[in-house]
């Protein structure tokens, strides 16, 4: 089937093998996230994978791997996100961005980039992240997010940054609703975010939910990721089923493919198992995530006939 991925981190998909060239001693379990996981212990487990992602071979060869298992698992259009910032031990923020460009342009996936700001960033940091992505828009960067420890990090706090991205018309989507409750989400929507990552914690909330179907507000949801992180403590409990029978615009992402051990095939199949989603269900997700992509309306119209 296939298949459009919006919410995709590059830093937690790189391959466990890779990692392992790089350090010998390191064993799956300091990458891939074990049941006692919660956000805080989720986002240790990039400590690794960011020590490797220093210099332009590193950063060209996890892209290039990435876009290499998008194509196996039948994905024709990602946006892959990022923080810049994490990875300047050697190189000028140019030379990150570029050398992961290099890296998905390998393979015959259309892929995109979303570059991240980080929570925990200074303001003058988070800036350079605007004019990055300023400068390389529509050249293989498509929009920026907002990323990190999101409950330490209001969301709320970051509204200068927003207002700053909006005034340069630079398309985003915002971490909210995760590990934050319903605030998180409405401060994303305040900021006029068009897409949430995550926002599932909407469903505490049937007025934050009617105003998220009310603006056509589309998730990205990530429900292997959403029990890792311990916001829900099984698959069956995640709200996705009734998020998105209450009509909400829903897209199905993996978040982190290697600290969730977890692929968009065997997150369907998960989805098909525990809450009889049909093919057409998943199908017209895959239609919310064209449709909500940072892409042209041409680009928009091809990828809907290919699918």
Avoid: W
Wanted: glycine share 4%.
């Amino acid at each position: 089937m296939k298949k459009i991925e919006l919410h995709l981190h590059l830093d937690g998909s790189v391959r466990f093998e890779t990692l392992k060239e790089f350090n010998k001693n390191m064993i799956k379990s300091d990458i891939v996230c074990d049941k006692n996981c919660d956000l805080e212990k989720y986002l240790s487990k990039f400590e690794l994978p960011n020590e490797f992602m220093q210099t332009k071979e590193n950063l060209t060869r996890v892209a290039k791997e990435l876009a290499e298992d998008l194509k196996k698992d039948d994905v024709i259009y990602a946006e892959v996100r990022f923080a810049p910032m994490l990875h300047t031990k050697q190189l000028s923020l140019e030379e990150v961005v570029e050398a992961v460009l290099i890296g998905l342009k390998s393979e015959k996936v259309k892929i995109n980039l979303i570059l991240c700001m980080m929570r925990n960033s200074s303001l003058e940091e988070n800036k350079k992240i605007i004019n990055l992505t300023y400068k390389y828009l529509n050249k293989g960067v498509v929009g920026i997010d907002l990323a990190g420890d999101e409950k330490k990090y209001k969301t709320a706090k970051f509204k200068e940054l927003f207002d700053l991205i909006n005034k340069m018309n630079i398309p985003f989507t915002i971490h909210a609703g995760e590990a934050d409750g319903v605030d998180s989400i409405l401060s994303a929507i305040k900021f006029g975010a068009k897409r949430i990552g995550h926002g599932v914690r909407c469903i505490d909330d049937e007025n934050v939910i009617d105003m998220i179907k009310e603006k056509n507000i589309t998730l990205e949801i990530c429900p292997t990721s959403n029990i890792d992180t311990n916001i829900f403590k099984e698959y069956k409990d995640h709200p996705i089923k009734e998020l998105y029978d209450k009509g909400i615009l829903i897209t199905i992402n993996t978040d982190n493919r290697t600290v969730s051990d977890i692929t968009l095939t065997e997150e369907y199949n998960k989805l098909i198992a525990n809450f009889n989603f049909t093919l057409e269900d998943l199908k017209k997700m895959n239609v919310n995530a064209i449709n909500s992509a940072f892409l042209s309306e041409e680009e928009k119209s091809i990828l809907l006939k290919e699918i």
